[in-house]
């Protein structure tokens, strides 16, 4: 039971080049997340997925887009990476209750990316 | 804008102290999660609390959540190095929607030696 599973675990990108950060669930979970991690911010929210076929901004979209691609799978693209976009990056899944309130986030264990 | 803070930002203590984590906000929300995260992994929820005032208790560590549903604590008794890692409060907006927008406290990275 892989539970969430993020690839890759180490990029390093110059400036201006594209990746794709991929990320698939085998909980059979409705809302899937994506979210960076800097040093003492705590983890921001950049896009969300409440249900597959939907996507919506979060805290901080600019520079990024994302795409479900279906229920199990929801992708994360840097059309051209900037240094500001150095972090670890995290995917999660919720439980998908109808009333969000008090779902239950499980995360992957994350991508570091270093641009330089 | 950081919606909440979370005090102190470091703690380094040796085996068998206890020590409380703070979670501030201005802010009201429905329910307040928290997580750990270690090393290279990503965070894993310990504990949801809902209600103005409700205290849960988790083995050695006891949560609580603010009257005004503004501020929660995470008090661990004789902490051991196995408690080690980042500790993230997350708080929930009154939201009927199908997905939640948790905004995540600054986090409290602790360290238990022996």
């Known amino acids: 039971n892989a539970g969430v599973t993020q690839t890759p675990k180490f990029q390093v990108l110059k400036t201006g080049q594209s990746m794709t950060l991929q990320c698939a669930q085998d909980?059979?979970?409705?809302?899937m997340y994506w979210y960076r991690q800097d040093p003492g911010m705590g983890l921001r929210l950049i896009y969300y997925?409440?249900?597959?076929?939907?996507?919506d901004k979060g805290e901080v979209p600019n520079g990024y887009n994302v795409s479900r691609l279906n229920k199990r799978e929801f992708s994360l693209r840097l059309e051209s990476a900037a240094p500001s976009q150095t972090s670890v990056y995290f995917c999660?899944?919720?439980?998908?209750?109808?009333?969000?309130?008090?779902?239950?986030?499980?995360f992957g264990s994350g991508t570091q990316l270093s641009v330089l | 804008t950081q919606l909440l803070e979370q005090s102190p930002q470091f703690l380094s203590i040796q085996e068998g102290e206890n020590l409380t984590v703070y979670c501030n906000s201005s802010?009201?929300?429905?329910?307040l999660q928290w997580y750990r995260q270690e090393p290279g992994e990503g965070p894993v929820l310990l504990v949801t609390?809902?209600?103005?005032?409700e205290v849960k208790k988790l083995k050695r560590l006891t949560f609580q959540f603010g009257d005004a549903r503004k501020d929660s604590s995470l008090h661990i008794t004789a902490a051991q190095p196995g408690d080690t890692g980042l500790y993230l409060c997350?708080?929930?907006?009154?939201?009927?929607?199908?997905?939640?927008?948790?905004?995540f406290g600054t986090g409290t990275r602790l360290q238990v030696t022996l």
């Open positions: 999660a899944t919720g439980g998908g209750l109808r009333l969000a309130t008090n779902e239950k986030l499980f």
């Open positions: 909980m059979n979970h409705n809302s």
């Open positions: 997925s409440a249900s597959e076929g939907t996507t």
């Open positions: 802010s009201v929300f429905s329910s």
């Open positions: 609390v809902v209600t103005g005032g």
């Open positions: 997350a708080g929930a907006r009154a939201y009927t929607g199908t997905a939640s927008k948790l905004t």
